[in-house]
């Protein structure tokens, strides 16, 4: 199970500049580590993390491995118009997770 | 500060266990395969510290070299100019598994003059990158605010590219007491 968690103001006057901060539980094993049987943990990272106002994309980010487990990223992004911000994440390993937050904007 | 109000502790103990404690588990395995068990032996102990300081990273480790030729690939030719970044990040980190690190870039942010990307690099870690983020005037302010691992006392640099096309940096140094990829998974 993926837990996501999102910080984003419910409410916004239009053309106001909003932080978005968003966390999602993940390992970021970086496949530079031996495990207790001394072999190397194989690589398992989010590589992508994207966020979307009512389908424009708006802010891209590509992860490495050093990026630290549970990855947190805050941003900014203008009020335009009340929708839909959607967070997605995509990485090794099939990893998608995709979350939404609505937004009302006056 | 002065330390003048410790009492000294015994010294083939003291600094042995800072070591222990520092090392990770495949250290002490292989401190354990040299004797080291049986009798604290001074040679097996150099030996084993020896070769943990040899292959923490073996799979290769990024240099200042390796920085500047993942920076070399993101700027081209482009002359790179110091100031409207501030990287801030915390000089003395005690855990380098999450460090907190904020990128923030002064521009406009109008279709005319934005920010189009942030990039950040580091010097000692497995691999130059830390992350590359693309921005656009719809973000209003070019901020953005992660947490990273760190695998050793470094330098991080940050570099800004303007929708003109140009490059502007900033570089912070670290202390890390406690790197990441370096504790004891057992």
Do not use: Y
């Not at chain 1, 491995?65 to 997605?88: D, H, L, Q």
């Amino acid at each position: 199970m993926t837990q996501v968690l999102i910080n984003a103001p419910k409410t916004a006057r239009k053309g106001e500049v909003i932080e978005l901060k968003a966390l999602i539980l993940h390992p970021m094993e970086t496949g530079f580590r031996p495990g207790t049987n001394g072999r190397i943990i194989p690589r398992n990272i989010i590589e992508r993390f994207t966020a979307s106002w009512n389908g424009n994309e708006i802010f891209r980010m590509e992860f490495s491995p050093a990026i630290a487990a549970n990855p947190f990223v805050s941003f900014f992004a203008v009020a335009a118009e009340g929708g839909k911000i959607t967070f997605r994440w995509t990485g090794d390993e099939g990893f998608a997770v995709e979350e939404s937050v609505a937004i009302d904007v006056a | 500060m002065k330390r003048t109000g410790v009492i000294p502790r015994p010294k083939a103990e003291g600094p042995l266990r800072l070591q222990e404690r520092s090392l990770p588990s495949t250290a002490l395995r292989a401190g354990a395969t040299l004797g080291m068990t049986a009798r604290l032996d001074r040679r097996a102990f150099l030996a084993g510290t020896a070769l943990v300081s040899v292959f923490p990273f073996a799979p290769g480790r990024a240099t200042p070299e390796a920085m500047a030729a993942a920076i070399k690939e993101v700027v081209g030719d482009n002359a790179i100019r110091e100031g409207r970044v501030t990287l801030d990040l915390p000089p003395l980190i005690e855990n380098g598994n999450t460090v907190p690190i904020t990128v923030s870039v002064e521009s406009p942010m109008n279709e005319a003059d934005h920010i189009k990307a942030i990039h950040v690099f580091n010097e000692k870690n497995p691999q130059p990158h830390v992350f590359d983020a693309r921005l656009s005037p719809r973000n209003g302010k070019a901020v953005i605010a992660t947490r990273i691992k760190l695998g050793d006392s470094q330098k991080i640099v940050a570099i800004a590219e303007t929708s003109k096309g140009e490059f502007f940096s900033a570089s912070a140094d670290v202390i890390v007491t406690l790197a990441a990829c370096l504790e004891d998974l057992t």
